[in-house]
């Protein structure tokens, strides 16, 4: 049997089969209280209706997408622009855009945000 010497007691507890300890269970992780951040999730706020946010993404690629393939590659953006607005990406009263451009310098996204 394979004994490790400098071996923590979490470890002795996650391998209880070699030190002899196979009665004792592991114990069940705990859910954190919040985020690592201290923040946990934002909460989205309720805006009047009717108000409208107009977001532009403009997709810069060494090669040209379809259409469907081009908006699936934004979908990071899409969730990532709806957090930081505290809305859900599928509320009405956001309106996405997509669109690329075909360069032969650095790909990236640019994003334009009115309302």
């Given at each position: 049997?394979?004994?490790?010497?400098?071996?923590?007691?979490?470890?002795?507890?996650?391998?209880?089969?070699?030190?002899?300890?196979?009665?004792?269970?592991a114990g069940q992780p705990?859910?954190?209280?919040?985020?690592?951040?201290?923040?946990?999730?934002?909460?989205?706020?309720?805006?009047?209706?009717?108000?409208?946010?107009?977001?532009?993404?403009?997709?810069?690629?060494?090669?040209?997408?379809?259409?469907?393939?081009?908006?699936?590659?934004?979908?990071?953006?899409?969730d990532a622009i709806a957090?930081?607005?505290?809305?859900?990406?599928?509320?009405?009263?956001?309106?996405?855009?997509?669109?690329?451009?075909?360069?032969?310098?650095?790909?990236?996204?640019?994003?334009?945000?009115?309302?």
């Amino acid at each position: 049997m394979i004994k490790f010497p400098n071996a923590s007691e979490s470890f002795k507890k996650r391998n209880p089969h070699l030190y002899g300890m196979d009665e004792l269970q592991a114990g069940q992780p705990k859910p954190a209280s919040s985020s690592s951040l201290g923040r946990g999730q934002p909460k989205q706020i309720k805006r009047a209706q009717g108000v409208e946010v107009r977001v532009t993404l403009i997709a810069h690629r060494k090669r040209m997408l379809d259409d469907d393939n081009s908006t699936a590659s934004l979908k990071w953006a899409r969730d990532a622009i709806a957090n930081s607005l505290r809305i859900d990406d599928g509320d009405k009263r956001i309106v996405f855009e997509t669109h690329q451009i075909e360069t032969k310098g650095c790909e990236g996204v640019m994003v334009k945000i009115e309302g």
